[in-house]
């Protein structure tokens, strides 16, 4: 295990470092050498889903490698713009399992809040890159119509934030829902997901940790990475600061053509994040959103990929292959 250790000083704080993220490809591209790359960047793919990727995110990805497994997750490209059958803008449901505004409940026991629309990255291949979160977020009217939902049902133990990115609010908002949530008795846990103390680490700060050492509930932040290369000193000690608040960590990737479809790469994503402390918990197969088909594995493919990570490591290091169906009752192994 990583040893727990002061994460590094960012004297202007993680808002600052979140608003000098890179937005124009040319940039981002010429940072990695790449300039010659950067006319091929198609300008309606930027113009219909921004590029946003943090400068720390950035100095992990290898220098010249047009191929580079990070820079693939987030530069846009021409694949994008291509209508694919069977991809579509709500491809896990969401809609039909709207309990209130920014509130999904698909599953017994749990509600999803939809916290923001802001994330610190744009993932190319995220599921909710058509989310109509103008309309749709729980944070709307100081979350009182979203606490109202999980209060009217007693059936709702477990609270999750998602987004967007939930930690891409400021620590006293998130304090605004929990300290509301505390007067729901049939709240039992929180589940945290959040890409943030992986591209931007510098979020997991003094405040953000005493909020959630002071919760009183078992806390789950599923972090969410889909290469070893994303992880480095910043996010080994972003983890351990987390682990010291009693925070159980665990990973969910996303299989991704291009960047993690290979026995080599998934195992050690599996290792590395163990390394820091992070218990692997899904592998999924691509939501079928529009603009990301160039992404997919085939369901054989990625059988094979996870019978191979199966034969490779021990149980605990292996996530679960599993794939969101709308109407299903959890997520779908494969």
Known sequence: MIPAAPLPMQPRGWQQAWRASVRDPRELLGLLGLEHEAAAVPEAAVAAFALRVPRSFIARMRHGDRHDPLLRQVLPLDEELRSVPGFGLDAVGDAAAKAGRGVIHKYEGRALLVATGSCAVNCRYCFRRHFPYAEETAAAGGWTGAVAAIAADPTITEVILSGGDPLSLATRKLA???????????????????????VLPERVDDELLAWLGDLPWPVAVVVHANHANEFDAAV???????RGTGASLLNQAVLLAGVN?????????????????VLPYYLHQLDRV??????????????ALHAALVARLPGYLVPRLVREVPGDASKRAL
């Open 176 to 198: 605004e829902l929990t300290g509301l949530l505390r007067d729901v008795p049939h709240v039992r846990r929180l589940r945290i997901h959040s890409r943030l103390p992986v």
């Open 290 to 303: 529009a603009g990301t088909a160039h992404f997919e594995v085939g369901d054989d493919r990625a059988r």
């Open 236 to 242: 080994d000690a972003a983890m351990a600061a987390l």
């Open 261 to 277: 479809d290979s026995v080599d790469a998934l195992a050690d994503l599996c290792e590395r994040g163990f390394a820091a402390g």
